[in-house]
């Protein structure tokens, strides 16, 4: 066992109209780079109720293949309670995330993150406008 | 970079029956308090594999929503093989909590969780009767 | 507050054609007796993206509860935009496994994962051909 170290810092992320759906992956290993840990764990959370993170490979089709998926488990087109109180047009988007989840981890290996080849690290804006999103990361580990 | 430290303790929640949603953000913000960490990261798990752990916007419409959806995506009347066998009645409470997730990660900044103005921590039971539910809670990071 | 040790390894996981799901508690338990951790927490994650991690009890009903709950909610049937694209028959795996999410964190306390007396962390298989997955753990904590 060796003593951790901690690093931290913020991301943000211009997202379109949800679901829009970004890759984080060089922008998190950068901050790897930066901290200087080589092995530990990254943990990263979306801020804000209508954001969310997961992996996939992020090519066109499977992209397309998510957005389809989350507006089919929680469409635009229902009646939301939250729309019926606060008439915002966003009741869908508040359900896609809470669905989702708002964080992840992943383990840094060799001074990167070990995710599979053809895997990245992905931030939803499931909401029904444009945002600028804040992704705050925290990594652990040690120098060696 | 400097040393991580780490703090931990345990959250007791009341929780009627599934889908049940309860804001845990007050308690998890004292035990962060308690902590004296100022800046790193809090894990925390949903002890028991009916119970769960997402964020939302806590105000009544959403979690009127939440509570439709989980309902929707594993519904109490379908046939659950689990049920076949148990005979408890709650095939879908489990069904449902494996899709939320049993944990999350939220970093903290300035001796706060960094969470959106309007996003709060919640613990949601899915079984079929009221529970009293524990989530452990692990704070790493450093005093300043 | 103590200072924070940290432990990793990497588990292997052989699962068949998704979903499949299998029971990866013992391999975990006992990274935590080798990592000498008695409190702090695990984080871990699956290598490439079309597999996941989550917590079930796991019995034979609530895993075909749960295998068929995934293949509705991303039916094998549909078509899938990575389909077009790459022909490899996977796409409903592609947005099962986003869905489930890649990665959990559990609490260790007394030398072990802190779960509930029936819940089991599981890694699932979502490809449409038998893997052998990697896990990556990550444990933090202090030795006593």
Redo the contacts between chains.
């Keep these: 066992?060796?003593?951790?170290?901690?690093?931290?810092d913020t991301l943000a992320v211009s997202l379109a109209t949800g679901p829009d759906i970004q890759d984080i992956t060089p922008e998190l290993n950068e901050l790897v780079r930066q901290?200087?840990?080589a092995?530990?764990?990254l943990?990263?959370?979306a801020?804000?109720?209508t954001g969310s993170l997961?992996?996939?490979?992020f090519?066109?089709?499977?992209v397309?293949?998510?957005k389809d998926?989350v507006d089919r488990?929680?469409p635009k087109g229902m009646p939301?309670?939250?729309?019926?109180?606060?008439h915002d047009g966003n009741?869908h988007s508040?359900?896609q995330?809470?669905?989702?989840?708002?964080?992840?981890?992943?383990?840094i290996?060799n001074r990167r993150l070990?995710?599979?080849t053809?895997?990245?690290v992905v931030a939803i804006n499931h909401d029904n406008r444009a945002r600028r999103r804040q992704v705050?990361?925290?990594i652990?580990?040690?120098?060696k």
Tied chains: 1, 2, 3.
Excluded: K
Aim: charged share 10%.
């Design positions: 066992m060796q003593a951790a170290q901690i690093f931290y901290s200087r840990i092995n530990g764990v943990c990263a959370n801020v804000g109720s997961t992996t996939i490979e090519e066109p089709g499977v397309a293949d998510l998926a488990w929680a939301y309670a939250h729309e019926l109180a606060w009741g508040h359900v995330a809470a669905l989702m989840g708002p964080s992840i981890n992943v383990a290996r070990r995710l599979g053809w895997q990245q705050e990361v925290t652990l580990g040690t120098a």
